[in-house]
T-cell receptor, first 112, second 118 residues
Framework: QKEVEQNSGPLSVPEGAIASLNCTYS??????FFWYRQYSGKSPELIMF????GDKEDGRFTAQLNKASQYVSLLIRDSQPSDSATYLC????????????FGTGTSLTVIP | GAVVSQHPSRVICKSGTSVKIECRSL??????MFWYRQFPKQSLMLMAT???????TYEQGVEKDKFLINHASLTLSTLTVTSAHPEDSSFYIC????WGGGSSDTQYFGPGTRLTVL
């Protein structure tokens, strides 16, 4: 079983809609959770991180964490064509935070 | 967020030569840096974890004698691809861990180096 799992997609949403990206993880001891965006041919960039159960909002992005169910999601409101990219979920496992695991990414296309 | 630079951004070399890639954390000290490789349309693959002042930890299947990693300071790690061959052509990305303690531990990526071996 992989440490972090994501649906590879592709996920297509119309412009202005809400895009929902999901990620599950296997280690209940996971401490922190991250969402990165990677445009084609570029390196990943950090969008946001979350440590506590519940929602965390940053502009059009909302991260949701449910430790009991071991999933973390990313909602993108008012999706724009510029949001089209691959979204990587990452989990930091361990008390000392010395093990990062990345999912394989979900490809998102926002259709104008 | 924290800034990580990589140099060079693109390199083309002949088969059999060695290539050095530098990764720098510009506004924070990184005791740990990571090196990834990514082939087209594939996911990130962790190659090794680089800890300042100690030997790197390589992932299974990654040849440590071919991919030499040095992390001599808190802001610089280097990856040297020795005797490069066309199958080593890939996108090499470093990341640096901004260990602020507790819950602020975050990993930031450099812009990547595209290596083409002829």
């Amino acid at each position: 079983q992989k440490e972090v799992e994501q649906n590879s997609g592709p996920l297509s949403v119309p412009e202005g809609a809400i895009a929902s990206l999901n990620c599950t993880y296997s280690d209940r001891g996971s401490q922190s959770f991250f969402w990165y965006r990677q445009y084609s041919g570029k390196s990943p960039e950090l969008i946001m991180f979350i440590y506590s159960n519940g929602d965390k909002e940053d502009g059009r992005f909302t991260a949701q964490l449910n430790k009991a169910s071991q999933y973390v999601s990313l909602l993108i409101r008012d999706s724009q064509p510029s949001d089209s990219a691959t979204y990587l979920c990452a989990v930091n496992i361990g008390v000392n935070g010395n093990q990062f695991y990345f999912g394989t990414g979900t490809s998102l296309t926002v259709i104008p | 967020g924290a800034v990580v630079s990589q140099h060079p951004s693109r390199v083309i070399c002949k088969s059999g030569t060695s290539v050095k890639i530098e990764c720098r954390s510009l506004d924070f000290q990184a005791t740990t840096m990571f090196w990834y490789r990514q082939f087209p349309k594939q996911s990130l693959m962790l190659m090794a974890t680089s800890n300042e002042g100690s030997k790197a930890t390589y992932e299974q299947g990654v040849e440590k004698d071919k991919f030499l990693i040095n992390h001599a300071s808190l802001t610089l790690s280097t990856l040297t691809v020795t005797s490069a061959h066309p199958e080593d052509s890939s996108f090499y990305i470093c990341s640096a861990r901004d260990w602020g303690g507790g819950s602020s531990d975050t990993q930031y990526f450099g812009p990547g180096t595209r290596l083409t071996v002829l």
